[in-house]
């Protein structure tokens, strides 16, 4: 399975991005997904899930803020990413399966 990460950029604080993440698998459908992130020096964590069924969870400090959605037709999971701090920056990560994407990189200035 290939994952392909995209949609990063720099961007000042208050302002939003949506990160895409494409796979190759023809079964995406059945399967949940999630964004992981990994700032400078700090460890990889969760950012938001979505099962098959679209059920979706957040961590704490994106709730509110983050969308994550599908589209099964296109075996791809979205980021929608507002009112971003500069907290958040790091290089996102799309996890399907025992799958990581190559990580994309958010930079958000003050």
């Known amino acids: 399975v290939q994952l392909q990460a995209s949609g990063g950029g720099l961007v000042q604080a208050g302002g939003s991005l949506r990160l895409s993440c494409a796979t190759s698998?023809?079964?995406?459908?059945?399967?949940?997904i999630d964004w992981y992130r990994q700032a400078p020096g700090k460890q990889r964590e969760l950012v938001a899930g979505i099962s098959r069924r679209g059920t979706t969870n957040y961590a704490d400090p994106v709730k509110g803020r983050f969308t994550i959605s599908r589209d099964n037709a296109k075996n791809t999971v979205y980021l929608r990413m507002n009112s971003l701090k500069p907290e958040d920056t790091a290089v996102y990560y799309c996890?399907?399966?025992?799958?990581w994407g190559q990580g994309t990189l958010v930079t958000v200035s003050s």
């Open positions: 698998d023809s079964t995406f459908s059945r399967n949940g």
């Open positions: 996890r399907y399966l025992n799958f």
